[in-house]
Each structure stands twice: as C-alpha cells, then as structure tokens.
C-alpha cells in the first residue's frame, strides 16, 4: 500500500455480527460473551472439557463446540444454565433504545 491510498476507518456499531451483515447479530453477540465467559471460568479453573463434564454433568463435546465458537447448538438459555453449572450468576439487564445507524467511513487527514 502506498501513501497514495485512501484509508477509511469505519466506527462500529458496537456489535461486530451487526456491522459484518450477519442474520441475527443480537443473538449471536449474546451468545458470544457468554460463551466467553465459559471459556474465561474454564481457564480460570484449568478445567479440561473431560473435567468440565465431570465438575457440571454437561457433555465434554459441548465443552468442546463452545472452545471452538461452534455455537449454533446453543441457546441462550442454555449457555445461561452452563455458567450456573459452573457456579456463575448471571445476570440480565435488558434496555431498548435506537439501534445505531451502520458503521460510516470517518475520513482520515492526508
């Protein structure tokens, strides 16, 4: 790339599923901080997917799915019940408001 070439630098919208066009982008960022959070008390605990079974009684292979972002076999609900296998509170806040308008190009100086 030369110093010819225009860059733009685009502002998100705060959910990336959003601002890449993806098919429910709401769910799948709900799903994706709690599975983050599973895999944050996993390594926190140094729980292996066999162990995680063994501690919760959920199969080692959907331990497995959510190490990998494999989350289209889950609800929300469900990944909710896993944090609470795990011995995690979870809670829900819920505030509705405009959604925020597409992420725009913001010019960069020369």
């Known amino acids: 790339m030369s110093d010819d070439d225009d860059m733009a630098i685009l502002a998100g919208s705060g959910n990336l599923f959003r601002d890449l066009g ?3 982008p709401e769910v799948r960022q709900t799903k994706a901080l709690l599975a983050a959070e599973i895999i944050k008390t996993l390594d926190e605990r140094k ?4 162990a995680a079974h063994g501690a ?3 199969a ?9 972002v494999n989350l289209g076999r889950f609800t929300i ?4 019940s896993i ?3 795990l011995d995690r509170e ?3 806040s819920v505030s509705v408001r405009a959604r925020p308008q597409a ?8």
């Open 22 to 24: 993806l098919p429910d």
């Open 47 to 50: 729980l292996s997917v066999r």
């Open 56 to 58: 919760t009684g959920i």
């Open 60 to 68: 080692a292979a959907d331990f497995s799915r959510i190490r990998n």
């Open 77 to 80: 609900d469900r990944l909710i």
């Open 83 to 85: 944090l609470g296998r």
């Open 90 to 92: 979870v809670e829900v």
């Open 103 to 110: 992420a725009q190009p913001v010019a960069m100086p020369a």
